[in-house]
């Protein structure tokens, strides 16, 4: 049997190439929407690719399901479970089979055993996987989608959270107790083998190695500690993260089935500063991709900064308008890779690009900056009041501490908040390490709220400083 492991650092997935070695017969476990590495190596380990198989309809990032299935004729193995509305709606072209609790399929003398776990989606389905290739009559691993991660569990509320449904949270939660007591009699020696590591927002607490072994979760997993019911949803609810808000177009993407790639348009070059400026004439969304500090020097008006760093499509994903036009500006040797990044989730409209050597190189473009402060020199105007300190964490970050007096609005919600800021002072944006405090301040600016101080290094170097922070409660 072959087993290969795929990461994708920017969006904490990961995926799987399974192959049996006597019949070169291959399937991907939850496929990334970019499938060209899937292909590389089945060629080098002279494998074809014949299927897929997923464990449940993402909410996080565009699967490569459909494209394997109507591009590559690959055979698509999809849940069947949780009823007609979480059905798929875009395989009636292409070879597939729905699958159900109990249900089993081979790829070669591999053996995949259906386990239905829902909790985390009515869908959910977790996979066993048994080598017969090698003799084996026991399965050695369990694919577990976004069911049991390392040290953490799915969470249960997306639908109601990202998608509205109301009151789905708490029978999501009972679902996932459930699920977890079928967990809990397999063999400790089962390896996991997740969907998500740490930083997936599909958890609250993933852990940072790839694979873990049922016993370990049993041993060392919270969830698998507790076993009222009750505590146990208390403590599943509790801190969870905000949900990005593009979980809900993913998931309909993902169920309606995404654009093929090679029907989507490429963007066009835009090599004059005169044409960028026709464009921020039309209010049109233009995201500046260079490092932030970069950025904070100069940059052209109206235009906000995601750097092009690990949480690139998770801000975008937050951050752009899905049914408008997007446009670039970036190094261009990095466009492609960008490109991709936006790709998977779902971010097709990309309009036109320009390289940002262009911002340094016209006198046409009206451009604008703002300063990075270190805690020494903002402190005493933080305690006189004479700025407002803007505090673009998650409210479970709090309990980390955070500055008197601050005023807290997730960074994903700041645009649809800005009517909350007062208009008298400098507004002082503040992070955990300054990373995402620099997209705010781009944020304020680009809506014209200029007058905008950053916070080198956030909280984190607050802290190192030994100046003042309230813990477990918020000062807002």
């Not at 049996?20 to 590389?40: H, M």
Request: hydrophobic share 40%; proline share 4%.
């Amino acid at each position: 049997m072959l087993l290969r492991y795929f990461y994708n650092e920017k969006l904490a997935h990961a995926s799987y190439l399974v192959g049996c070695q006597k019949t070169g017969e291959a399937i991907i476990v939850d496929p990334a929407r970019d499938l060209e590495p899937y292909f590389e190596v089945a060629k080098k380990e002279g494998m074809q690719i014949k299927a897929a198989v997923e464990t449940h309809i993402h909410a996080d990032y565009v699967s490569g399901a459909r494209e394997l299935g109507e591009v590559h004729q690959a055979k698509l193995y999809l849940s069947g479970e949780g009823g007609e509305e979480w059905g798929y709606q875009y395989v009636e072209r292409i070879e597939h089979e729905l699958l159900f609790n109990g249900d089993q399929f081979n790829i070669g003398y591999l053996i995949f055993e259906v386990m239905h776990t829902p909790g985390h989606t009515p869908e959910s389905i977790s996979l066993l996987l048994t080598d017969r290739g090698g003799n084996a009559d026991l399965p050695m691993g369990i694919f577990s989608g976004d069911f049991v991660f390392v040290g953490d569990i799915g969470r249960p509320d997306l639908l109601e959270s990202a998608l509205g449904q109301e009151g789905s949270t708490l029978a999501n939660a009972k679902a996932m107790f459930n699920s977890l007591a079928t967990f809990k009699q397999l063999p400790d020696y089962l390896q996991v083998w997740p969907a998500h590591g740490a930083g997936s927002a599909c958890g609250k607490a993933l852990g940072a190695v790839p694979s873990s072994t049922v016993g370990y979760e049993k041993a060392f997993n919270w969830a698998l500690s507790i076993t009222d019911e009750d505590a146990f949803c208390k403590e599943l609810l509790a801190d969870q993260p905000e949900p990005p808000t593009y979980f809900k177009v993913m998931k309909e993407v993902n169920r309606k089935g995404p654009a093929l790639l090679k029907d989507l348009k490429k963007p066009q070059e835009i090599k004059s500063a005169q044409k960028m400026i026709e464009l921020l004439n039309q209010n049109l969304q233009i995201i500046d991709t260079r490092q932030s500090s970069e950025f904070q020097k100069k940059h052209i008006e109206h235009t906000i900064n995601i750097p092009y760093y690990k949480s690139f499509p998770n801000w975008a994903g937050w951050l752009v308008d899905y049914e408008r036009p997007l446009y670039l500006i970036c190094d261009t040797s990095e466009l492609e890779n960008i490109l991709h990044a936006l790709n998977s989730v779902g971010i097709d409209q990309i309009a036109g690009y320009m390289d940002s050597q262009v911002v340094h190189s016209s006198d046409l473009f009206v451009l604008e900056s703002y300063e990075d402060v270190t805690p020494s020199d903002i402190r005493v105007k933080v305690e006189k009041g004479e700025v407002h300190v803007l505090d673009v964490r998650q409210v479970s970050e709090l309990k980390e501490g955070f500055i008197p007096h601050s005023q807290l609005i997730m960074l994903g919600t700041l645009a649809e908040r800005l009517d909350e800021l007062p208009t008298d002072k400098p507004i002082l944006t503040q992070c955990r390490t300054g990373i995402r405090s620099n997209i705010a301040a781009s944020i304020l600016q680009a809506n014209g709220i200029k007058n905008v101080l950053n916070l080198n290094g956030g909280i984190v170097h607050w802290q190192k400083e030994g100046l003042s922070t309230l813990k477990n409660k918020q000062n807002a």
